[in-house]
């Protein structure tokens, strides 16, 4: 069964700190790999989305991805306290015609001011 | 707001009640999903629209589950005979190629 792995924490940092998440896959087919936030009692909100080996940076986010090691991780610079919420994330491991996402249980971060 | 919307936003019903929910893609958007989370669990996959065809389903999505997307647009989803273990948030998420957009989800207990 194709599965995607994450610490479930919580993973708890001080307001500035880098936090880092990660996730590990077993698909090694798998193409497209995705971050979503979610918070409390809301939808998945995307972050950011990663296909190719090495880091992919966005603001204060960055992704990273490990084909050869299965993992892929998200660090979250001068992290603030409005990014406490749970990081989920997602692998596409069909790369073909129906896509869906498989998830992980997701992380929760807390960040402390 | 990502532009995908889903009605209605909760639904309280009884065991064994029909419920039925709607889901408004992205309009340029061609892929449409559905997915159910429940408390402490990533989303699990249940669908797969392309257009109108509906072209994978998850062995989660049992005889009581049906799905639509008539023309190609918006989409339903129906649970027959409601069960307690049908609790969940169901969200429905639409692309145009890979990455997803999730809309704000609908929240059903079943009672």
């Known amino acids: 069964q194709k599965e995607v792995e994450q610490n479930s924490g919580p993973l708890s940092v001080p307001e500035g700190a880098i936090a880092s998440l990660n996730c590990t896959y077993s698909d090694r087919g798998s193409q497209s790999f995705f971050w979503y936030r979610q918070y409390s009692g809301k939808s998945p909100e995307l972050i950011m989305f990663?296909?190719?080996?090495g880091d992919k940076e966005d603001g204060r986010f960055t992704a990273q991805l490990n084909k050869a090691s299965q993992y892929v991780s998200l660090l979250i610079r001068d992290s603030q306290p409005s990014d406490s919420a749970t990081y989920l994330c997602a692998v596409i491991t069909d790369g073909g015609s129906q896509g869906n996402l498989i998830f992980g249980k997701g992380t929760k971060l807390s960040v402390k001011p | 707001d990502t532009g995908v919307s889903q009605d209605p936003r909760h639904k309280i019903t009884k065991r064994g009640q029909n419920v039925t929910f709607r889901c408004d893609p992205i309009s340029e958007h061609n892929r449409l999903y559905w997915y159910r989370q429940t408390l402490g669990q990533g989303p699990e996959f249940l669908t797969y629209?392309?257009?109108?065809?509906?072209?994978?389903k998850s062995r989660l999505l049992s005889d009581r589950f049906s799905a639509e997307r008539p023309k190609g647009s918006f989409s339903t989803l129906e649970i027959q005979r409601t069960e307690q273990g049908d609790s969940a948030m169901y969200l429905c998420a639409s692309s145009l190629w890979e990455t997803q957009y999730f809309g704000p989800g609908t929240r059903l207990l079943v009672l």
């Open positions: 629209f392309q257009n109108e065809a509906q072209l994978e």
């Open positions: 990663i296909y190719s080996n």
